[in-house]
């Protein structure tokens, strides 16, 4: 599926299916395609088809990078469609597990909201948040949907703000505030007869369409190939007819962050980088029967890294470590304004 394909005219059925046989041919990035396969088989109503899939990967022999994540996807998924028991215990088992990925702790977090279990959203949402953010100077922005979700469960609960809220409404960008976005009573807007009611709880919807939107674009960016020293070493010694496309090292990741920045400034969304290595590269090169050394397939290979989930989203946080490798927070490295 590609990011200009409207969702309403995706086959997810077939998209699973799709997302299999590439899964099968790349075993390397099995985990991120079957994760994605699952979802569409969500999307098309094949729920148990989906807790296949989840339980193919955590049976699997090779080493998961994201298991937590797997199994409350799975217990997401479970609950939907009557296996209660089943879900509440895996919820369970990822809150003893403490993840240090929020991405786990949202999904149990949001299973329970969902099922009206507000308490236990509220609590699984403050552990983590507690967990994770604690003597942090700036929360990163994985980490927002945990402090949203809980601003989102304490307005439904009717609590006062506290120290968190107030860190939630200092990441949030959207023109409409939490709170009004979070308003239980929003609801009765709907009916009313005032235009300028209807009007403010159009921009509210507005805005929350936009943030799904985003986050739902997230999975497949533009990206920009990126290669390590060694491995750029390794490309131009094995075919230099590629010499003219990095002159050094130095100039191929200025490069990169000049583009990255260009393509952000044109308003291009969902901006990634992927890394190459020479093996891969060769691999690609054969299925497409053409040789490494012709410079038109160094876009096609960026595009299949990123198809195959293998694309790091950019730009990171400042004081995260830059994508270059450096060491060095982005933000004194390639994301310095210098």
């Known amino acids: 599926m590609r990011p200009d394909t409207p969702a309403e005219n995706v086959d997810h059925t ?20 079957l994760l994605r396969a699952a979802a569409h088989l969500e999307l098309s109503g094949d729920r148990p088809g989906a807790t296949k899939l989840y339980d193919r990967l955590l049976s699997s022999s090779e080493g998961l990078d994201a298991p937590h994540l797997i199994r409350a996807l799975k217990a997401s998924n479970l609950w939907e469609y009557g296996h209660e028991a089943e879900a509440r215990a895996i919820i369970e088992g990822v809150r003893v597990a403490s ?19 507000l308490e236990a959203a509220h609590d699984t949402f403050t552990e983590a948040v507690r967990l994770l953010l604690s003597d942090v100077p700036e929360p990163p922005q994985p980490t927002h949907p945990l402090l949203f979700g809980r601003h989102r469960v ?36 709907l009916g009313s007869e005032n235009p300028a009611e209807l009007e403010a709880e159009i921009l509210r919807l507005r805005a929350e369409l936009g943030a799904y939107r985003e986050a739902l674009s997230r999975p497949f960016p533009v990206a ?19 010499a003219p496309e990095y002159p050094s090292h130095t100039e191929h990741l200025a490069s990169i962050e000049h583009a990255l920045r260009e393509l952000s400034a044109s308003g291009t969304p969902n901006l990634g980088i992927v890394t190459g290595t020479v093996p891969s590269y060769e691999a690609f090169a054969a299925s497409e029967g053409t040789s490494p050394g012709d410079a038109t397939l160094l876009p096609q290979y960026a595009t299949t890294l990123a198809a ?21 927070p982005y933000g004194a490295c390639h994301g310095s304004t210098a």
């Open 154 to 189: 304490r307005r439904m609960l009717g609590r006062s703000h506290d120290e968190w809220d107030a860190v939630a409404d200092s990441v949030h960008s959207l023109p409409v505030s939490l709170d009004e976005l979070h308003d239980p009573k929003r609801v009765w807007s």
């Open 224 to 242: 920009i190939l990126h290669w390590p020293a060694d491995e750029l070493r390794e490309l131009l010694d094995a075919y230099p007819a590629l």
């Open 14 to 33: 077939a998209e699973a299916a799709r997302l299999e046989r590439t899964a099968a041919l790349y075993p390397e990035d099995a985990e991120a395609l």
């Open 308 to 328: 195959r989930g293998r694309a790091v989203a950019w730009p990171p946080q400042s004081t995260a470590a830059c994508w270059c490798g450096s060491g060095r």
């Open 99 to 117: 993840p240090r990925d929020p991405a786990p702790w949202v999904i149990v977090a949001e299973a329970l909201e969902s099922h009206d279990e």
